[in-house]
């Protein structure tokens, strides 16, 4: 496949083998170079051991997906070997540790076997294992050994012994392989020519909270959120700020409350577990009018679920998790890039309405380490609530919309209420507040109607709109049936509640509107047809994100079963 | 904010002990803020859900900032707001049942973190805004709407616990002498840390203790509630726990410990020494 502009290597062994590493390193090196890489990874929820694994996917262009296929397999047991062995595309190669077995069956592969353990050894460094991996790739995928060993130099900079070490690894490596015909000729990257990050979706959140001002961060450790709670503690710091492990989920969300009363930009980061838990909370934090935004990494579910797996599952209860007549404004990051300005948005849309903000990421963005365009700080706008400024004679809730914030030690004293109350925030049972109250609550909603939005080829009657995690793999599958001559309109927003209002009325007009996402019941098809939109999902729930190929696959059969096939074919 | 708002109708019945307590929490705010020379605004009612909680509601004279939440969780809800701004007065009010039952987990953290917030509880033994079902200071056998046949648990003691979980201000009292408890309040606000005020406050519908704590003669029966003497000494842990198994209603400050840092001190500390870096600091950590 020489030529290829892209390669896919997927890192496959026991956990604590170096393996959630491998792909990471991959990647960097490559982006350091000037290639684009973007990392998936799966895990065990235990601290060691249990077969795990990790996947790089590095090309010459821009990417969005994880890839459908894998060119190479670094196997690093007989038991990664037997499982993903099915995955790699006829023509690749494995690279297989020595306890493990080809199977001379296996025809449609290229077997090598590479004493990583031994090798490490040689260079008085066990740990190196992971470069002689690197020196291998580096011939299979045509990668000049010196782009690895100048990661290796910058990386582990001051230790020069190491440095060393790791060196002689990749030129281990790199011989061990010297004979063998590379899988692919990705050629000489293409630099960039703007300044680039190479990050995860959590660290992305984090720093998205810190542009837009947070000053409280109260949270739980859970799979995959707790990069969150540790950014935080570790970066939240200084004068006024607040980072804090609270004692449970419960807590954590009353605690944001308290801080959003008391005037901060605050948040709480959890995954499905702790956010069902904060559930009645978020229903407070709506009815007493309090930002704050909530962050809900999604896993596999119900209950504990698939703790290290990725899933779309939680749509709809973070549009509406509270009991009671209440609707949450939620934002779907869809990349790694978009998990930064989604959490600029999150804080900005809590202030703007005051109230609770949901920002749903998940875990294949949470762990999806990828060279992104570096946000340009300066022109990213911040929000902040409205304050107010007048004397303690304040009806905090008379307006029939948005009125002005007050806080404690502050003028303005009232009481914030999660019963029903009046204009002085007392408790009522009257119908006629009521009635006022919750259409108070609703209004504010409209605020948040203008959010960016893709669309393209929108005189199309059908049209594919992903949410979320998927939209790199949905854009990808979109591509090769537009290749294929496929008339296909394609809309997509992160601001998922509510949604733009003119995508939303562009939506109303389409024939069918395809939702591919990683869930049983197609949530957001669901909930685009309570809109008036006729949407029809098309669903995965294996804990894995879409491939694009079989994707593509799935959208003209679904097309076809509907008699669409040649309808959406351009004339 | 009842004097001002003519349709806001909740009462407490005639001669329940909450109106005494608050009294003693509108005579602690005052002081205090005399003490401070701070104005009203900078103290926070957190109220829990039940009889106690609409104490936020019925404060007369001029008005705190009030938070009323959602049942069990007024001390985490209080534990942002302080956190957020240590200079507020953040007090919360609960009842037994809130506090204890579905409230209790919140108990452990605060103490263990001896933030500097004063809790007050109006214990009256039931739950009285759901008509009168048993709370965890219930007494065993004792028959209530949701205990038909008698209450086959046992009663929690609520200053043994705070004791054992470390809270290191324990006060007791009752809500018939609205001055001695608002001294007890105000010293709970002014200590450093975690306080808790555990008030004997009677239900006069569902649970109705005026006879035994102030007792009879003529019925013949002892009152529960005494006074703690003067010469006890607070920060003794072995003495509170003596107060404590003399069983009944102790009045005055069971124990008081001023030896441990408030977590607001700590972390006063730590946020002087560990400067926040800037954004664009923050950013370049990942920069390509």
Redesign the interface.
């Known amino acids: 496949m020489a030529g290829r502009s892209e390669i896919v290597v997927r890192f496959a062994g026991e956990g604590g083998q170096g393996v959630v590493t491998a792909a990471e390193m991959l990647a960097r090196a490559a982006t350091g170079v000037g290639y684009h890489a973007l990392t998936f990874a799966t895990f065990p929820s235990q601290i060691l051991g249990g077969p795990t694994w990790t996947q790089a996917r590095v090309s010459r262009v821009p990417i969005s997906s994880p890839g459908d296929s894998v060119d190479i397999l670094v196997a690093f047991n007989d038991y990664a070997y037997q499982e993903h062995r099915s995955d790699v595309r006829d023509g690749g190669v494995i690279l297989l540790d020595p306890s493990a077995t080809p199977d001379p069956a296996d025809t449609a592969h290229r077997c090598i076997t590479v004493p990583f353990d031994a090798l490490a050894k040689e260079t008085g460094e066990a740990r190196a294992a992971n470069m002689v991996v690197m020196g291998g790739l580096s011939k299979l995928i045509n990668m000049p050994l010196q782009f690895f060993k100048d990661f290796v130099s910058i990386r582990f900079a001051a230790r020069e012994s190491v440095v060393t070490a790791n060196h002689k690894a990749l030129d281990l490596g790199l011989n061990h392989l010297a004979a063998e015909e590379s899988v692919s000729d990705l050629g000489s990257p293409i630099k960039p020519d703007y300044p680039q990050s190479f990050i995860k979706g959590n660290e992305a959140v984090s720093l998205g909270a810190m542009h837009a001002g947070i000053e409280s961060y109260i949270g739980y450790p859970i799979s995959p959120a707790t990069p969150i709670l540790v950014y935080m503690e570790k970066n939240l710091t200084g004068e006024g700020k607040v980072a804090v492990q609270a004692s449970s989920e419960i807590e954590s969300i009353t605690a944001i409350i308290g801080a959003g009363f008391a005037g901060k930009k605050t948040m709480t980061a959890t995954s499905g577990p702790g956010f069902t838990l904060m559930q009645e909370g978020i229903g407070l934090a709506w009815m007493a009018e309090i930002p704050i935004v909530v962050v809900d990494v999604q896993r596999g579910g119900p209950a504990t679920g698939l703790p290290t797996k990725t899933e779309q599952s939680d749509l709809l209860t973070a549009i509406y998790p509270a009991h009671g007549d209440s609707r949450m404004p939620v934002i779907a990051p869809g990349t790694v890039e978009e998990c930064f300005y989604g959490s600029v948005m999150a804080f900005n849309w809590a202030e703007r309405y005051q109230g609770p903000v949901m920002l749903l990421s998940e875990h294949s963005l949470a762990e999806r380490a990828q060279n992104i365009r570096k946000p340009d700080l300066a022109n990213v706008p911040v929000e902040e609530r409205v304050r107010y400024t007048g004397n303690n004679d304040y009806l905090r809730y008379e307006s029939h919309e948005l009125s002005p914030f007050s806080s404690p030690g502050g003028p303005g004293a009232y009481i914030a209420n999660g019963s029903e109350h009046d204009v002085y925030g007392d408790t009522t049972h009257l119908g006629k507040y009521h009635i006022h109250m919750t259409e108070r609550r609703f209004s504010k909603l409209k605020l948040l109607e203008d959010g960016d939005y893709e669309a393209e080829n929108s005189n199309a009657k059908i049209a594919v709109m992903p949410w979320g995690g998927s939209k790199g793999s949905v854009r990808e599958a979109l591509d090769l049936l537009l290749a294929a001559g496929l008339d296909l309109g394609w809309y997509y927003t992160m601001f998922v509640s509510p949604l733009p209002a003119k995508m939303l009325a562009e939506l109303q007009s389409k024939d069918l509107v395809i939702v591919p996402e990683l869930n049983f019941q197609g949530q957001m098809a669901l909930n685009l047809r309570s809109l008036g939109v006729k949407a029809e999902a098309i669903t995965q729930y294996t804990g894995l994100p879409f491939g694009p190929g079989d994707l593509a696959g799935r959208i003209k059969q679904l097309l076809s079963g509907i008699g669409q096939s040649t309808g959406a074919v351009k004339a | 904010?009842?004097e001002?708002?003519p349709?806001?109708d909740?009462l407490w019945c005639p001669g329940c002990g909450d109106f005494g307590v608050r009294r003693a929490m509108e005579f602690a705010m005052e002081e205090l803020n005399i003490k401070t020379e701070r104005p009203?605004?900078?103290?926070?009612v957190?109220a829990g859900i039940g009889c106690s909680g609409?104490t936020?509601?019925l404060l007369e004279g001029e008005?705190?900032?009030?938070?009323?939440?959602?049942h069990g969780?007024s001390l985490?809800?209080?534990?942002?707001?302080?956190?957020?701004?240590p200079?507020?007065n953040v007090v919360t009010v609960a009842g037994d049942g809130d506090f204890l039952s579905i409230g209790m987990?919140?108990i452990?953290?605060q103490a263990a973190r001896n933030l500097n917030i004063c809790a007050v509880i109006m214990d009256n033994g039931v739950y009285g805004l759901t008509k009168g079902q048993a709370s965890p200071t219930t007494t065993h056998d004792t028959v209530t709407s949701s205990t038909p046949f008698g209450k086959i648990e046992n009663p929690v003691n609520p200053l043994e616990l705070y004791l054992t979980l470390g809270v290191t201000y324990i006060a007791s009292g009752y809500s018939s002498k609205p001055k001695d408890l608002a001294n007890l309040i105000l010293r709970g606000m002014e200590h450093p840390g975690f306080s808790i005020v555990h008030v004997a406050s009677p239900c006069t519908t569902y649970n109705d203790t005026y006879t035994q704590l102030k007792g009879s003669a003529k019925l013949n029966i002892a009152p529960t509630a005494w006074t703690i003497p003067a010469n006890h000494d607070a920060s003794d842990r072995k003495a509170a726990r003596a107060i404590i198994e003399e069983g009944g209603v102790p009045v005055g400050v069971v124990y008081e410990d001023n030896s441990r840092p408030s977590f607001d001190a700590q972390?006063e500390t730590?946020?002087?020494n560990?400067?926040?870096?800037s954004?664009?600091a923050?950013?370049a950590v990942?920069?390509?």
């Open positions: 904010m009842s001002k708002n349709e806001y909740f009203m605004t900078s103290n926070v957190v609409n936020v509601h008005q705190p900032y009030g938070f009323h939440g959602i969780r985490p809800v209080a534990m942002g707001i302080k956190m957020s701004n200079e507020l987990e919140h452990a953290p972390f730590i946020r002087a560990n400067k926040q870096k954004n664009d923050q950013l990942f920069d390509l």
